[in-house]
């Protein structure tokens, strides 16, 4: 079955410093792979997304992800973090191989806290 | 731009009363969502819709319902409102096409409390 595992609950760095946050699936094929983030009191928005072809990928606010088949993740990176980074972020996996319509299944998500 | 809407920030219930959620896209999409987020759980699909009139199962379906009479309009209803569903309720609406169809477009969200 799919599955998304985002191993870190909690991250904090300091503005300014680079970010990197983890995320592992399981899927028997090339999956879909996308990052949202989620402000304080707000829906989520998707940060960047990847089909097939580059497996480096940019997304929007200066974030990129890299696609590793060899290591099934889709790790979120930022070279510069900046205070309005912080926000919950989630790495999320489809598509379903059993369902009509375009389903995506969610990691727990990563609360990233940025320090002054 | 794509924008989701859904009816309240905020909603406090009691047990055994039917609630209504809705959620309102207005970019013409096919799909539409409903999901449930829990610390610590992440998102879970309750159900979604690919149609006027059509639905799907989600993850999490048991003590929900969901209504699309309208194209852009997709009602989430809990039949008999209990504590263990007093979470935030998020909507989410995509377009069709090969890739576009998992690309997302999620509303504010509604923070239910059920008392």
């Known amino acids: 079955a799919q599955s998304v595992t985002q191993p870190d609950i909690h991250i904090t760095v300091s503005e300014g410093a680079s970010l990197e946050l983890r995320c592992n699936y399981s899927y028997g094929a090339t999956p879909y792979l996308f990052w949202y983030v989620q402000s304080p009191g707000q829906g989520l928005q998707l940060l960047l997304k990847y089909f097939s072809g580059d497996t480096l990928v940019q997304g929007i606010k200066g974030f990129e992800a890299e696609f590793k088949r060899s290591q099934s993740s889709f790790n979120l990176r930022k070279p510069s973090v900046h205070w309005s980074d912080a926000a919950e972020y989630f790495c999320a996996v489809g598509p379903s191989p059993y369902s009509s319509a375009s389903k995506i299944i969610f990691g727990s998500g990563t609360r990233l806290s940025i320090r002054p | 731009d794509v924008k989701v809407t859904q009816s309240s920030r905020y909603l406090v219930k009691r047990t055994g009363e039917k609630v209504f959620l809705e959620c309102v896209q207005d970019?013409?999409?096919?799909?539409m969502f409903w999901y449930r987020q829990d610390p610590g759980l992440g998102l879970r699909l309750i159900y979604f819709?690919?149609?006027?009139?059509?639905?799907e199962k989600g993850d999490i379906p048991e003590g929900y319902s969901v209504s699309r009479e309208k194209k852009e309009r997709f009602s989430l209803i809990l039949e008999s409102a209990s504590t263990n569903q007093t979470s935030m309720y998020l909507c989410?609406?995509?377009?069709?096409?090969?890739?576009?169809?998992?690309?997302?477009?999620f509303g504010p969200g509604t923070r239910l409390t059920v008392t």
């Open positions: 989410a609406s995509s377009s069709t096409g090969t890739h576009r169809s998992y690309e997302q477009y």
């Open positions: 819709s690919y149609d006027v009139k059509m639905k």
């Open positions: 970019m013409d999409h096919e799909n």
